[in-house]
């Protein structure tokens, strides 16, 4: 019988949904030896963050995962043992009543989006069952603490990212075309959906006493930069100076790339999921852009997560870092941008401190794949005992 893993990814905008699916894919099979296919309505949304996808290709294997391409209507009828719903993406039918059949059922998990909020806790590993068919899926909820299903790392991340540090980064700023920084400079990597306090932040980094260089990987905010700099468009290799602010347009990284820059930068402003954990790991400095929804729901995202980076900061730190992230996000009650810049720039030395620390305090909350895997060996073992 089959034993592999099958998840299941559908690109609903941006590249979070992918990018956190092929996280989960790559850790299953590196770290755990599994067997994993990942089915993927975008590979074109895919090969952005992993130039060696093949947009056309129905099956390939890219980094020991079994890539599909999932169209309609949905060819595979063989069920997995363990299935995966990225994000609550609705299985297709074909697939479902091929799970509906398979004896014993297959461990059926929804992968949830990331919050901080405490409800997260409570709802981490709930079951439920399917309304026709004879299959339970169970909500699993990556988190801040112990109780939830914790964030993905990878178990080599720490000493992948000490080594670039000690060693890598002249090589990392040729590579992207830059000179070594300036020793009074502060290098920004900036991804973002349309903002608008980016006008004003960029203003404030313009009239910095000291050199601010802010690397802009192509994407939703070039309009907008564009915009500020009275250019008609910007292209990847484009370098504009506006007093002390230099900006440089990078082309889209790959996901691996992606996290140099930001293991590099003093700086990184970073949006939706997987870009902000990933900042969090590189124990830098970051101001995180939530993923915006309707109702300004994303403001009690960003508030439940402000309060837990924040603790144990010294309070005047605590205060900066909530003054930019605030504004950053369009809170009303928050201070001016300029204001907000000025403040969290004092505080540098704290924040550069913590971004330290907090690394730590993440682990506590266990890596995502292996809770994954136990959970779902539990889920297994269950089934096995319950059905002698
Ligand atoms: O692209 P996003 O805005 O994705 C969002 C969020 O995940 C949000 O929660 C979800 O609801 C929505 O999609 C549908 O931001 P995120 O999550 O940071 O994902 C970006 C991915 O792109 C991440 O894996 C990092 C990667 N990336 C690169 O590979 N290269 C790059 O140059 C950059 C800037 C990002």
């Avoid at 989006?113 to 069952?129: D, F, Q, R, T």
């Avoid at 440089?248 to 691996?256: A, E, R």
């Avoid at 010294?314 to 941008?337: I, K, L, Q």
């Amino acid at each position: 019988m089959r034993t592999p893993w099958d998840i299941f990814c559908t690109v609903v905008d941006n590249y979070g949904d992918i990018g956190i699916a092929w996280r989960l894919a790559r850790g299953l099979v590196g770290e755990h030896g599994l067997d994993v296919r990942l089915w993927v309505d975008d590979l074109h949304a895919f090969q952005r963050i992993w130039p060696a996808i093949d947009p056309e290709a129905d099956e390939q294997v890219c980094e020991g995962v079994t890539v599909c391409a999932w169209r309609t209507p949905f060819a595979a009828a063989e069920s997995a043992q363990v299935v995966i719903d990225a994000f609550g993406c609705a299985l297709p039918e074909a697939y479902l009543d091929a799970m509906s059949v398979q004896s014993p059922p297959p461990v059926w998990i929804n992968l949830e989006y990331l919050s901080a909020e405490p409800w997260v806790a409570e709802h981490h590993g709930l079951p439920s069952p399917h309304p026709r068919l004879p299959l339970t899926r169970h909500f699993f909820f990556p988190g801040y603490t112990p109780d939830t299903g914790g964030l993905l790392v990878e178990a080599d991340l720490a000493e992948r990212r000490g080594a670039f540090v000690r060693s890598g980064i002249p090589a990392f700023w040729r590579q992207l075309g830059l000179d070594a920084p300036q020793a009074d400079e502060m290098r920004v990597s900036l991804f973002a959906y349309e903002n608008p306090a980016l006008p004003d932040l960029l203003d404030a980094w313009a009239a910095d006493p000291r050199p601010v260089t802010c690397l802009v990987p192509e994407g939703r905010v070039i309009p907008q930069l564009a915009a500020w700099l009275s250019v008609p468009g910007l292209q990847a290799g484009e370098v504009h100076q506006r007093g002390a602010l230099r900006l440089h347009v990078l082309p889209f990284l790959d996901q691996d790339t992606y996290d140099h820059l930001l293991w590099a930068c003093d700086l990184n402003f970073v949006r939706g999921e997987d870009s902000c954990v990933r900042a969090q790991w590189a124990a830098r400095p970051l101001v995180w852009q939530a993923y915006p929804q309707a109702d300004e729901a994303h403001w009690d995202k960003t508030n439940a997560l402000l309060a837990h980076y924040t603790e144990g900061l010294e309070s005047e730190a605590a205060h900066a870092v909530s003054g930019m992230w605030r504004h950053w996000n369009g809170m009303p009650d928050a201070e001016g941008m300029a204001a907000c810049w000025a403040v969290w720039r004092t505080q540098l030395a704290a924040i550069e401190r913590h971004a330290e620390a907090w690394c730590g305090r993440l682990r506590l909350a266990g890596g995502l794949t292996n809770k994954l895997v136990d959970f779902v060996e539990n889920k297994i073992k269950c089934r096995v005992f319950s059905n002698p």
